[in-house]
C-alpha cells in the first residue's frame, strides 16, 4: 500500500495559504503608529520597570513585583502612551480588513476578537520583548519550566466587552510562562480568575481554597504566570477591556517534559501524589 502524504501535505497547504495571507497584509496595510513596531524601552516601559530589570536578578524584580498568589506575579510595566496606541493600532488593523473584506486569523476559538500581531509585522519587536526582558526574568521566577530560557512565543491583543466576547471558560495555555497586559479603556469587571498549576492529566481536578485567586486588571499593569496555572475571564460587565498577551514557550522545557511519565515538579496534584508515594505504607 502506498504510504498516505494527505497529513503533510495539508499542514503545507495550511502553511503556504497562511505566509501568502500574511504577505497581503505586509504589502497592503498602512501603519497608523510605525514608532511601535520596534521596541523602544524608554518610550514602552514605565521606569520602575527599566530600572528593575537592568539587570535582572531576584533582588531587583523584588523591587517592584508583587507575588498576588503563589506563582502569580503582578507589576506596572507599559506606559499609558504606549498602550493607547497599541489600542489604536488594532482598531486601524481590524477596520482595514473589514474594509478589505479580509477575515481576520484570530487567536484561538476562545479569541473570536483578537489579532494576531506577528500577521501585521510585530515579530522583531516581541522577539526583542521576549529575549531581553520576559525570558531573563522567567529564568528567575520560573527556574522549573524555563529550561535554559524562552525561545519562541504567541503574541496577540484581544478585547472584552461591548459586542465583542464577554468572558472564558477555565483553561490552560499552551506556554511555559504568559503576560497579560492590561491596555485599558474604561471597563467594570473583566477579572481573571486563577485555579492552581496542574498538568493535562489533572486539569479538570478541583481548585483549591488555598489556589483560588481572583485578579483585578489594572491599565498598564502585566501579570505574570504558569502557562500551566488554570484561569478564566469573568465577563466585562461595563466598557471595553483590552489585553496584550503572549505565550511564551521553552523548547528545552518541552523536550525533556515529553519524557517524563509521571509525577511532574510543579503540577500541584502530582506533588501531593508524588508526597503520597514515599510516605510508608500502613498495614
Known sequence: MAPNHQQPLDIYEQIQKHRQYKQRILSSYQRLHREIYTLDPASFFVPSFLKAVTPVSEENLKSIMVEAAPGIYTFQMLQPKFCQMLREEVFCMEKWAYDSKLPLTRPSMMHESGVLLDDFGFGSMLQKLLQDFISPISEV???????????????????????????????????????????????????????????????????????????????????????????????????????????????????????????????????????????????
Open 141 to 283: 521566577l520560573f527556574p522549573e519550566v524555563c529550561g535554559s530560557g524562552l525561545d519562541s512565543y504567541y503574541g496577540y491583543v484581544v478585547e472584552y466587552g461591548g459586542i465583542k466576547q464577554t468572558g472564558g471558560e477555565v483553561h490552560m495555555d499552551d506556554s511555559e510562562v504568559t503576560l497579560n497586559v492590561c491596555l485599558g479603556q474604561q471597563f467594570s469587571g473583566g477579572e481573571l480568575l486563577f485555579g492552581g498549576v496542574r498538568c493535562f492529566n489533572h486539569v479538570r481536578s478541583q481548585i483549591g481554597k488555598e489556589e483560588r485567586y481572583v485578579y483585578p486588571h489594572v491599565p498598564g499593569q502585566a501579570v505574570l504566570h504558569h502557562g500551566c496555572n488554570r484561569h478564566g475571564a469573568y465577563a466585562v460587565t461595563d466598557g471595553i477591556r483590552s489585553n496584550l498577551i503572549m505565550w511564551c514557550r521553552s523548547s528545552s522545557f518541552r523536550a525533556a517534559n515529553r519524557s517524563r511519565k509521571e509525577f511532574p515538579s510543579w503540577c500541584g496534584i502530582c506533588r501531593v501524589n508524588r508526597r503520597d508515594s514515599k510516605l510508608p505504607k500502613l498495614n
